[in-house]
């Protein structure tokens, strides 16, 4: 489909850049804001603009952030002792909806892919050590590294090369369980989730 | 899900403005923007810009255009005799996609809905009749107004009144036909069509 107008088929065709846009949706898209009233388009232009200029990495967690450190890792009543380690940073906003966590985080920033050409150097992964290190010379170290990573092929391999590495700084190190969901029907889960699910069944 | 960073809770907010994007989409595609090359998010800023300040209506069919007239009552190599009226412009790129029609097109920018307060004074149905009126003192007069709006109720209510205001002064008025699909499996056609399937049925 062409609309045989040059700004709206950039635009169409910048929009179906999005994940998940294909090019029907960003036609639907480009004339839902060729429509729409200056005052949004000024704005979505403003936040576009905003995000990229004001937002940057989290020195400590490597979360995002427009201040000096994330809201996290500023939070004075979070657990200094226990770290979540997540892929990316919007994994975190997940993890806080579950309200169970109450400690801090650390965001490798992907996962360990050979594939990808994905090294563990790629990764926050030494800035995680050098955390826990230092950590042990303040009044609450930190005592458990809770991996979050996805059930993946990236995600388990990343959670085994840290298991490996931070065995060596001896430090506890836990991964989140995996099992069938709550409210999942047993007909529909996959045979790797129900194996998971067994191998990690609990006595009650 | 909250962010805890300003300009990207911003983003999503605006994000989640457009059309069929639920907060979960907006906030992924937020992430993908900030995550995104400067190039991209320049160019995605400047299409929006321009889309708001470039396109404007055809005078002659009110479909989207950057000149003087828009790309389809500016192509000479068009039948003037025949003219199909649309609910929106975006209408035009899909009846083009079939490659059947090659006469002119008249944009009314919406139907009549009672509901909605949408009266014909609100559509371009003046300009229609203008039109017509005024192609009648050129050598190739509209002779045809082929209807193609929605199937619902406010485009059936439109084409009643079309076709009781354009008899007046009298031309031919058709519509679209509406039947089962290309490739419709007759059990999962709902019953309205199917019952304008056989009132439209054709003798072979």
């Known amino acids: 489909m062409v609309d045989r107008v040059a700004s709206l088929e950039k635009l169409v065709h910048e929009l179906s850049q999005l994940p998940g846009i294909g090019p029907k949706t960003a036609q639907r898209l480009a004339y839902f804001i060729l429509r729409s009233s200056k005052e949004y388009a000024h704005d979505l232009q403003e936040a576009i603009h905003d995000v990229k200029t004001k937002v940057k990495e989290c020195p400590q967690c490597y979360s995002y952030t427009e201040d000096e450190l994330c809201h996290y890792c500023s939070d004075l009543h979070r657990q200094n002792d226990l770290i979540c380690v997540v892929e ?117």
């Open 88 to 204: 990316d940073p919007s994994d975190i906003s997940r993890l806080e909806s579950s309200q169970v966590f109450r400690g801090r985080y650390h965001v490798l920033h992907g996962a360990i892919s050979p594939l990808d050409g994905i090294t563990p150097q790629d990764l926050k992964i030494q800035a995680l050590i050098n955390r826990i290190e230092e950590s042990r010379s303040t009044p609450t170290p930190i005592t458990e590294v809770i991996l979050a990573l996805d059930a993946d092929l990236e995600g388990d391999t990343t959670v085994l090369y840290l298991a490996k590495i931070l065995g060596q700084i001896n430090i506890k190190v836990t991964r989140i369980a995996h099992g069938v969901p709550i409210g999942g029907d047993i007909d529909y889960i996959d045979h790797r989730t129900l194996g998971r699910a067994l191998e990690n069944r609990i006595e009650l």
